[in-house]
């Protein structure tokens, strides 16, 4: 199978490299199909709805491809663009990672795992922004609170610009 994943050095894709026997990768010419994305934003879904703190850009990751696995569920792999984190998910969004194997016919097997576990593994806190989930905001139609000065705050200090930075 010709890929365009194996010229990548393995440090660059570990995952990717271990398994690039049986991984299929689309061919360098072809347009992204919405197909190939469809696991990363379930898992952007799945991350909003667990209160995770961090934003999946889906354009911030590269599709590597698909790990097409018998009797369990395809495993499809992507890269954060900032970091070279993998996320390796199935076609639900259920997050998964690679254990690797000490011998034998494999190099590891992929197991589930935890929403958060998986960007943690990926390194992904690092690179990614964070939001602030207040479900406790106000409706349009309600009224500002009234603002109160308090005479004992201390006046902010002016910033000062430094130059030569």
Do not use: K, N
């Not at 599709?63 to 639900?92: I, K, M, N, Q, W």
């Not at 590891?108 to 990614?128: I, K, Q, S």
């Amino acid at each position: 199978m010709d890929s365009h994943l194996i010229s990548l050095p393995v440090s660059a894709c570990p995952i990717a490299a271990a398994v690039r026997h049986r991984l299929w990768t689309p061919p360098p010419a072809q347009s992204p199909l919405v197909e190939w994305w469809r696991p990363l934003v379930a898992y952007a879904r799945r991350c909003r709805a667990d209160e995770v703190p961090w934003i999946i850009f889906i354009e911030d990751f590269d599709f590597l491809g698909s790990v097409a696995r018998e009797r369990l569920p395809t495993v499809s792999l992507y890269r954060h663009h900032a970091g070279g984190g993998e996320l390796c998910l199935g076609p639900d969004g259920q997050p998964f990672r690679f254990a690797w194997a000490s011998g034998g016919r494999s190099a590891g097997r992929f197991v589930e795992c935890e929403v958060r576990g998986a960007l943690w593994r990926a390194d992904l806190p690092t690179y990614l922004d964070t939001m602030w989930l207040d479900r406790f905001l106000p409706y349009d139609d309600d009224e500002p609170a009234p603002v109160v000065d308090d005479p004992h705050d201390d006046p902010v200090a002016p910033v000062r610009y430094l130059r030569g930075l």
